[in-house]
């Protein structure tokens, strides 16, 4: 029996310390782009922690230095955790199952890749962060002695975390749904964003930093935010509650390491069934015909229903769908909850989901041969495009309908709600019409792979075919504007401002049957163009 060699910790470190140095650098030089790239985000990371890093140097002294740099620190942390689960192709070391036929015993490489771990721009940003925290903080020999531990305590937490998130998930990460968390990594960024602006608002409006003061107050305890507030307790004298303090955050170090060693050994030992095919699921999916009884019966519901698989399955689609939907949300009701918002921005929830229209074909890829071959006239290329507008409109009207209702509830403003739907009726209407005729002029092709949304050389095609067809559909739907805004300027306009949500629809249904009636004849005309272009890169 072949026995695996008692290798220490201390002999293989250089060795993978060496290894992730040439991952980094072997990686740069394959283009020149992501050398250029990469300097970039490196420029623009050790920016921004510098300015971090002066502003929380501006803090010491101040009465609510803790309060600050304790939520910063949290934040920090939680930005470690779910990194690994949006970005897991960014470091190559992050993925343990390429060292798995090594032979080599967990603990040591445990402790190889945690020292590995601390080089690259992240931790160097961490360290920054953590250092300008401290120093907001400490006054006193003793503090001081306490922030070089606690600084060193809480990057190692943060690292350990995130080795322990991506050893617990790698499996995962690797497959097709790890690849869908990783497409939608934008969606996070849009919602954090928005976040963090509507707490800056609370925050303003509240009183200042003092409001931040109880939350600091139980941060302090939770690793590795207690390492930092070790540092801020022994500033005040209390030397007990900064030894607990970083007793805990030693503590957690301890439990992520023996978590991480623990999937580590998993990983080493067990086969990976992450990719075997769960045949009789896939039957009885296959053989499942739930989503097609509520459908019509003949191309429409065939159309239809691979439309909306599409929106399930296909990571591309899946990210833009998701994101519209949450951004569509996010903008009228956190402006509602904010005081400084509209009933009209409801309306944002109908835009946002008809641009899903545009580029209709583009989303099939080379794939769509197999659709171009079933198209043999205008009828066909009609059916087609009412199809996935139909399938479009199963979700974005009860989605524009609830979003509308729950702005106008959160502003009170229930006089608007039939002509906010109105509007967002006909903007939608305006939007398909436009979609369906873009898809057919200017179609472009979506990368599959990599983060890109528009395969080179065609970005032109892709602005022209989205921000022409949006400036198209405002103009379409200016009728219905200048009704609205004529009825609010008149005197007895709210007696007839319900109108306009009847209205509206109407002029919505009809402007969509138009313009599917105008790109019929142009796509069955233009396959062969149609189908170059989305087959491209």
């Given amino acids: 029996m072949t026995t695996v060699p008692d290798v220490s910790a201390a002999s293989i470190t250089p060795v993978v310390v060496r290894l992730k140095l040439s991952l980094l650098r072997n990686g740069l030089r394959q283009s020149g782009g992501r050398r250029a790239a990469y300097i970039a985000s490196v420029v623009v990371a050790l920016l921004v922690a510098a300015l971090q890093l002066l502003g929380l140097i501006a803090l010491r002294g101040n009465a609510h230095a803790a309060a600050v740099s304790l939520p910063l620190v949290a934040v920090l942390a939680l930005g470690w955790a779910v990194m690994p689960l949006f970005f897991p192709s960014g470091d190559e070391t992050l993925d343990p199952t390429r060292l798995v036929m090594l032979p080599l015993r967990p603990q040591p490489l445990v402790q190889a890749l945690l ?69 939608l990594s934008g969606l996070v960024v849009a919602v954090g964003a928005q976040l963090v602006n509507f707490g800056a608002q609370r925050l303003g409006s509240s009183g200042g930093l003092s409001a931040l003061d109880p939350v600091a107050e139980v941060l302090r305890w939770v690793p590795p935010v207690s390492a930092i507030g070790a540092v801020d307790s022994a500033s005040e004298g209390s030397y007990g509650s900064a030894v607990v303090q970083l007793a805990l955050c030693g503590a957690a170090l301890a439990g992520l390491l023996a978590l991480w060693s623990r999937h580590l050994t998993r990983l080493m030992t067990s086969p990976d069934g992450s990719t075997l095919q769960a045949a009789e699921p896939a039957a009885r999916e296959r053989g499942s015909s739930g989503l097609g009884r509520l459908l019509p019966a003949g191309r429409t519901g065939t159309v239809m229903e691979r439309s909306l698989r599409y929106v399930w399955r296909d990571p591309k689609t899946k990210a833009a769908w998701v994101t519209s939907l949450a951004i569509g949300l996010i903008v009228p009701v956190f402006n509602a909850l904010q005081g400084t918002g509209s009933a009209y921005f409801a309306c944002f929830a109908a835009g946002m989901l008809g641009i899903q229209m545009y580029n209709q074909f583009g989303q099939d890829t080379s794939a769509f041969w197999i659709v171009a071959m079933t198209i043999s006239s205008t009828r066909d290329a009609y059916v087609e495009l009412r199809a996935r507008a139909l399938a479009l409109l199963l979700i974005t009207l009860p989605y524009a309908t609830l979003v509308t209702v729950l702005t106008t509830a959160l502003l009170g403003a229930w006089r608007q709600l039939p002509e906010v739907l109105g509007l967002s009726f006909a903007l939608l209407g305006a939007m398909l019409a436009t979609g369906a005729w873009s898809s057919a002029r200017f179609p472009y092709s979506i990368p599959q792979e990599g983060y890109k949304n528009v395969a080179p050389g065609q970005a032109g095609l892709a602005w022209i075919a989205i921000f022409g067809g949006m400036v198209s559909a405002a103009l379409l739907s200016a009728p219905v504007i200048a009704l609205t805004i004529w009825l609010n300027v008149s005197a007895d306009g709210d007696r007839w401002s319900w109108l306009l949500l009847p209205l509206g629809a109407l002029y919505g249904a009809l402007i969509t049957l138009l313009g599917l009636r105008l790109a019929a004849p142009r796509t069955a005309r233009r396959l062969p163009e149609i189908l170059a272009a989305v087959s491209k890169g």
Avoid at 122 to 132: A, I, K, V, Y
Avoid at 142 to 149: K, L, M, P, Q, R
Avoid at 153 to 181: E, F, P, Q, T, Y
């Fill in 115 to 183: 020292v590995a771990s601390l080089v690259g721009v992240g931790p160097l940003f961490t360290l920054c962060l953590l250092t300008g925290s401290v120093i907001s903080v400490a006054h006193g020999a003793t503090a001081w002695v306490t922030a070089v531990v606690g600084v060193v305590l809480a990057l190692l937490v943060c690292v350990a975390l995130a080795r322990a998130v991506a050893a617990a998930n790698i499996r995962l990460l690797s497959s097709r749904k790890g690849r869908d968390l990783a497409v």
